[in-house]
């Protein structure tokens, strides 16, 4: 049975069943969940090949990830060289944004790293755009506005996309009715009526505790000003990533 390895490093592939597969350590790490049967899962999983600067990459997605993400694989040094990290993933300018599961991340999800904040913001482009060729995207006059997804906002906490159409995100934004269409708002007041009640039933939240309804507003629906070009929807994603930072 081949199983195809979704991982960047090279290394020897196993079937197993795990009842919580996600963790990795410095020998291995999952590779994928086949099967998900509630109780366990038939997961594959991959023994990683070291030498002595660590898990050894697979050159061919190094090549991926320098070719199209617009980030680099790398050393990264800090503490005035006191300290050597080796395939790391790093911006143009040598910030550094991850290890090289990172740099893959952004590759297997369409991610294009940024210039004004390059750790914590990406461009993120439709389905299979890094394939096209520099010939089929010329037939779009505007190829930017037609594939791009939108700009990410992110940090270790979570983060979201930002698209033409959303809210240009806020953190300082107190969420009012008249902001939103009926339909919206109405759908909003009765999750937060849900939380509420099963928050102060956990005991989240006590005896004169006011429930923000904020808290259950998705981020790129939290603000004022809906965002009508790509420069307004990546400062969304900037505002983002420092509220999540």
Known sequence: MFIKNQTPYLGKIRLTFEKSPWYSSGSEKLNKVHLNLGFTKLVSRIKL???????????????????????????YSFNDDKYVSENCFLAPDGTYLGDLSDGWRYYKNQMIVTQKKPHGVALVME???????????????????????????????????????????????VPAESDYIKEEWAKYKKKANESEIRNRKDGWLKEGDEFEIASIIPFNRRGKITIQTWEQAEQAAINLSSYLS
């Not at 070291?50 to 070719?67: S, T």
């Not at 010939?135 to 979201?160: L, P, T």
């Open 49 to 75: 090949k070291r030498d002595l600067n660590g898990p050894i990459p697979d050159p061919e997605k190094v090549e991926l990830i320098n070719k199209y993400t617009g980030g680099v694989i790398g050393r």
């Open 127 to 173: 389905k299979d755009f890094f394939h096209m060729t520099l010939d089929r995207r010329g037939i779009v006059e505007d190829y930017f506005s037609v594939f791009v997804k939108g700009y990410y906002g992110y940090s270790h906490r979570g983060g979201n996309t930002f698209r033409l159409g959303d809210r240009l995100f806020d953190e300082n934004y």
